[in-house]
């Protein structure tokens, strides 16, 4: 038998041998692959996680802009001059002549009385002021005859004194006659009923036959007329705005029946003392009203026209901090690193808010603060390029992988 040829396996054992070294190293190639990707997505997912830890925050500047925003409070209006009606004297209503809403004149009669018992008690005092007048008629002739026989014996000298004092009695009696007619003559004017100034007859709580009692005291008021050609507004201004509403602050006033107007005002005069219960000083404003488009009584908005401080800073209302330690702001030093600074309130205008003291006119306020920030915390602020550690240490991660 021929021999095999040993030189002819040893190709095929070399190449089996190459495929084996090949396959290795292309597994060896593809796990240190693996491993150095993995490795470099983990640093990159770990300083991406450190960058987004890392808050950002929109910021503002304090300013010194002029608030317009004013104060706006609730107010309500009375007539210019307003005077309940009452009689002065006893009777029965005969008639009247105006009704509500009556456009009067002063010295216009608005009602009459009847008063009978007052008309006797007149004719019984001028009847007692005759008899007065005759008594002291008598008694001066008396006295006029004792007093011509005064220079001869045949009359006694305290006779004639005597007859001289009954005259000057008499002349007494007939004063305090007069003076009682004259004054139920004066009480008789009071049967009328009459406007005291220029106005409106604003209500009548009376009519024709209704018994009439005398005063504010014993009766109710008959009418009530009101001067509405002004009109007083009063509101009530909070303690700490007081000093921003001196006499002479103008006001836009509207009412509900008229929402589409405004009218303007002064302040002409404060109480100049706060109100126990609600915290508040009362001020009186003067509105023209000669078109009579408002009305005493109506409730009324009042826009006053105050300016800020010159010293307060704005900022929004967003940007406040309230919490354990009390009212704060936050802001952002030249690091972006966060420093809370405590606030005073100046005045709230609701989207704006004025701040007596706590910020400078430079510093850079966190106009949403997330929740929990803290003094030292890292920040990005939002349109500003990735910067600080975490950007840097990304930076480096892309570099090595």
Same mark, same amino acid.
Not at 5 to 33: E, Q, W
Not at 198 to 215: F, K, P, Y
């Given at each position: 038998?021929?021999?095999?040829?040993? =030189?002819?396996?040893?190709?095929?054992?070399?190449?089996?041998? !190459? +495929?084996?070294? +090949?396959?290795?190293?292309?597994?060896?190639?593809?796990?240190? #692959?693996? !491993?150095?990707?993995?490795?470099a997505q983990n640093s990159r997912l770990h300083d991406l996680t450190e960058a987004q830890a890392v808050p950002t925050v929109a910021i503002v500047a304090p300013t010194h802009v002029e608030n317009h925003a004013g104060l706006d409070l609730p107010g309500r209006l009375e007539a210019y001059i307003r005077a309940p009606i009452y009689a002065r004297v006893p009777g029965y209503l005969k008639s009247w002549k105006h009704d509500i809403g009556g456009k009067v004149k002063a010295g216009d009669t608005l009602a009459e009385i009847d008063t009978p018992d007052l008309d006797q008690q007149l004719m019984q005092a001028r009847a007692d002021l005759s008899v007065a007048q005759a008594n002291a008629n008598l008694a001066q002739i008396g006295a006029e005859r004792w007093q011509s026989l005064a220079g001869t014996d045949a009359v006694a000298k305290q006779d004639v004194d005597q007859r001289t004092f009954t005259f000057n009695a008499n002349?007494?009696?007939?004063?305090? +006659?007069? +003076? =009682?007619?004259?004054? !139920?003559?004066?009480?008789?004017?009071?049967?009328?009923?009459?406007?005291?100034?220029?106005? $409106?007859?604003?209500?009548?709580?009376?009519? $024709?036959?209704?018994?009439? =009692?005398?005063?504010?005291?014993?009766?109710?008021?008959?009418?009530?007329?009101?001067?509405t050609s002004k009109l007083r507004v009063y509101v009530n201004v909070p303690q700490n705005y007081v000093p921003s509403v001196p006499p002479g602050t103008k006001a836009t006033i509207s009412v509900p029946e008229?929402?589409?107007? *405004? #009218?303007?005002? *002064?302040?002409?005069?404060?109480?100049?003392?706060?109100?126990?219960? *609600?915290? *508040?000083? !009362?001020?009186?404003? $003067?509105?023209d009203n000669s078109a009579g488009e408002m009305m005493p009584g109506d409730y009324a908005s009042i826009h006053l026209e105050i300016a800020a401080a010159a010293h307060v800073l704005s900022v929004p209302s967003s940007a406040l901090i309230f919490d354990a330690k009390g009212l704060s702001i936050a802001t952002v030093d030249s690091g972006n690193r966060v420093l809370l600074k405590p606030v005073s309130i100046e005045r709230d205008l609701g989207a704006i808010v004025e701040l007596a003291s706590g910020l400078a006119p430079n510093d850079r306020v966190i106009q949403n603060p997330p929740d929990g920030i803290g003094n030292g915390a890292e920040v990005h602020l939002a349109g500003a390029p990735p910067g600080g550690l975490a950007a840097g240490k990304a930076k480096n991660g892309n570099e090595k992988g």
């Open positions: 038998m021929p021999q095999p040829d040993r =030189n002819s396996g040893r190709p095929v054992a070399r190449r089996l041998r !190459l +495929a084996g070294v +090949a396959f290795v190293s292309f597994a060896i190639a593809v796990v240190v #692959y693996g !491993l150095v990707s993995r490795a002349i007494a009696q007939v004063k305090a +006659a007069q +003076a =009682n007619v004259d004054r !139920l003559v004066a009480e008789e004017g009071f049967k009328r009923l009459v406007a005291p100034f220029d106005g $409106i007859v604003t209500a009548r709580e009376t009519d $024709i036959g209704a018994l009439i =009692n005398v005063g504010a005291a014993g009766g109710a008021e008959l009418f009530v007329v009101s001067e008229h929402p589409d107007k *405004t #009218y303007s005002g *002064t302040v002409e005069a404060s109480a100049q003392a706060v109100t126990p219960s *609600t915290g *508040t000083t !009362l001020m009186q404003l $003067i509105v």
